[in-house]
């Protein structure tokens, strides 16, 4: 089986460590959903021939210089943090693996960490001076519920924002969406068009989900759908990826690996021109 390793050249990198500190942490007990979720997203991630992380850490780190306090929502395991030196951040997120990930990364970092599980929990300690002046949300806009979006939103102000979210236009997850009617991720682009307006810079990077070739079907039909299996986790929705994926797969095949098709769009939006 050949690999392609995908080229790292000219990207800052996530400092070294990163990939003990998620291994190192603790699986706590957890719904089958996010035991799948979580082992899913690291294959993504973990996967040699990954070109989406790479992708965006390039323009994350033109866009970003160091020293920043930063308010991350939807943090993961904190692999663009690693790469950012921060001076401080605060991170909502949800998972428990990805969390202590983010507390063992930022006692190597030895920077200050808050961390929330969710975006109720961070408006409930929400006061005018909150201490940041970069907002990270990088695939997280998506998994937000409306009424989370609703309140995040307009507290952004004039703090910077990095957005970083599937190109509606060649995006495998959005396709989904689109073939089984469902406006789950439109919805919430839609919402971040009326509170956001025009951003400073867009950029647009091709990158795929990639994965080891001998991928069991039903786990990709849980990846491409897992947005809308949490949202409302109906049996029709997973036949409906069964069958997608069904209908595609030999497309996606390459030597080594399956390639679904998942481009990015990244947007910066505040003060800060781009340096
Ligand atoms: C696709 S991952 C992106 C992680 C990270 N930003 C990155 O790009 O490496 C989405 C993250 O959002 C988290 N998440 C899920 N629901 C959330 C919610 N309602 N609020 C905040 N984060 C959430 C997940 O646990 C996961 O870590």
Same mark, same amino acid.
């Given at each position: 089986m050949s690999r392609r390793p995908h080229s790292d050249a000219g990207f800052a990198q996530p400092q070294d460590g990163y990939s003990v500190r998620i291994n190192a942490t603790q699986r706590p007990p957890a719904s089958a959903f996010a035991d799948r979720y979580r082992t899913m997203m690291q294959a993504v991630w973990s996967h040699p021939d990954n070109d989406q992380r790479p992708a965006v850490l390039n323009t994350l780190s033109s866009w970003c210089p160091p020293e920043r306090r930063i308010l991350d929502i939807g943090a993961g395991a904190g692999y663009y943090l690693s790469a950012l030196r921060p001076r401080q951040v605060i991170a909502v997120e949800p998972d428990p693996v990805f969390s202590a990930a983010?507390?063992?990364?930022?006692? +190597? !970092?030895?920077?200050? #960490? @808050?961390?929330? *599980?969710? +975006?109720?929990?961070?408006? &409930?300690?929400?006061?005018?001076d909150w201490d940041t002046d970069l907002v990270l949300m990088i695939h997280a806009l998506y998994y937000l519920e409306e009424s989370e979006l609703l309140?995040?939103?307009?507290q952004i102000g004039e703090r910077d924002l990095v957005l970083v979210y599937p190109d509606p236009a060649g995006a495998i997850t959005m396709a989904f969406e689109d073939a089984i009617g469902v406006e789950h991720s439109r919805r919430r682009l839609a919402i971040k068009a009326r509170? %956001?307006?025009? =951003?400073?810079?867009?950029?647009? +990077?091709?990158?795929?989900?990639? #994965?080891? !070739? &001998?991928?069991?079907?039903? &786990?990709?039909?849980?990846?491409?759908?897992?947005?809308?299996?949490?949202?409302? !986790? @109906? &049996?029709?929705? %997973?036949?409906?990826?069964? $069958?997608?994926? $069904? $209908?595609?797969?030999?497309?996606?095949?390459?030597?080594?690996?399956? *390639? #679904?098709?998942?481009?990015?769009?990244? *947007?910066?939006? !505040?003060? $800060?021109? =781009?340096?």
């Amino acid at each position: 089986m050949s690999r392609r390793p995908h080229s790292d050249a000219g990207f800052a990198q996530p400092q070294d460590g990163y990939s003990v500190r998620i291994n190192a942490t603790q699986r706590p007990p957890a719904s089958a959903f996010a035991d799948r979720y979580r082992t899913m997203m690291q294959a993504v991630w973990s996967h040699p021939d990954n070109d989406q992380r790479p992708a965006v850490l390039n323009t994350l780190s033109s866009w970003c210089p160091p020293e920043r306090r930063i308010l991350d929502i939807g943090a993961g395991a904190g692999y663009y943090l690693s790469a950012l030196r921060p001076r401080q951040v605060i991170a909502v997120e949800p998972d428990p693996v990805f969390s202590a990930a983010l507390h063992g990364f930022a006692s +190597v !970092g030895r920077f200050p #960490l @808050t961390t929330f *599980e969710s +975006v109720g929990a961070l408006k &409930d300690s929400f006061d005018e001076d909150w201490d940041t002046d970069l907002v990270l949300m990088i695939h997280a806009l998506y998994y937000l519920e409306e009424s989370e979006l609703l309140w995040l939103l307009p507290q952004i102000g004039e703090r910077d924002l990095v957005l970083v979210y599937p190109d509606p236009a060649g995006a495998i997850t959005m396709a989904f969406e689109d073939a089984i009617g469902v406006e789950h991720s439109r919805r919430r682009l839609a919402i971040k068009a009326r509170f %956001l307006g025009e =951003p400073l810079e867009v950029r647009r +990077v091709a990158s795929h989900f990639r #994965l080891q !070739g &001998d991928i069991v079907p039903d &786990d990709l039909a849980f990846l491409i759908a897992h947005l809308l299996l949490r949202a409302q !986790g @109906t &049996d029709w929705v %997973l036949e409906q990826a069964r $069958a997608f994926v $069904a $209908a595609r797969l030999g497309v996606w095949r390459r030597e080594g690996f399956v *390639e #679904l098709p998942q481009p990015q769009i990244m *947007e910066l939006y !505040g003060r $800060a021109r =781009p340096g």
